[in-house]
């Protein structure tokens, strides 16, 4: 879904009021089937190492996508503060990958599936907000600011997060590596 949210995002902006509700139907399928998948996986007790790494993985690299979508189009964002995201996914993935290697295996953080959460609700109010701006009810800088701050704060608890998983898992990390 990640090449086609970002496909439509960014050529398809010409399809007046459908195109924001398109936008907020993809990633709300996205987010339901993630929230589905793992509530099946476990109900069935189908849980699998590969699954605990791939899930992760998939729906980092759709949000990513949507995150990275905003700083092109009309909103613009500051890749910057998009690249915060992708900064602390690619540390923990490959912190998590690395130590699982070495036998060390590091547990996910309820501050991670909060992460997961704020970047859902980021996204859905930046996409919500573009109804209202594609009827002309919103002013683009008005649009810009209320979706900077949104993101700008799912930023600041994305890199709380990361901080906090380090930190948490820093005797795990020593052990791993040895050092």
Request: with cysteine; glycine share 6%.
């Amino acid at each position: 879904m990640s090449p086609l949210f970002v496909a439509l995002y960014l050529f398809a902006s010409d399809w007046g009021v459908w195109y924001p509700i398109v936008l907020l139907f993809i990633v709300a399928v996205c987010e339901l089937t993630d929230i589905f998948d793992g509530f099946l996986a476990r109900k069935r007790n189908q849980v699998t190492s590969l699954g605990k790494g791939l899930d992760p993985m998939a729906d980092s690299l759709f949000r990513l996508s949507v995150f990275f979508a905003f700083t092109q189009g009309v909103l613009q964002m500051p890749l910057m503060l998009v690249l915060v995201f992708f900064w602390r996914d690619s540390l923990v993935n490959t912190l998590r990958a690395l130590c699982a290697l070495q036998g060390v295996p590091l547990a996910a953080r309820t501050s991670g599936k909060i992460k997961a959460i704020v970047h859902a609700i980021a996204t859905f109010l930046v996409l919500i907000l573009m109804v209202p701006y594609s009827n002309g009810c919103l002013s683009l800088q008005e649009y810009q600011k209320i979706s900077l701050i949104s993101v700008a704060l799912a930023a600041a608890y994305t890199f709380y997060s990361g901080c906090e998983y380090l930190w948490v898992h820093r005797k795990l990390i020593k052990r791993a590596f040895k050092v």
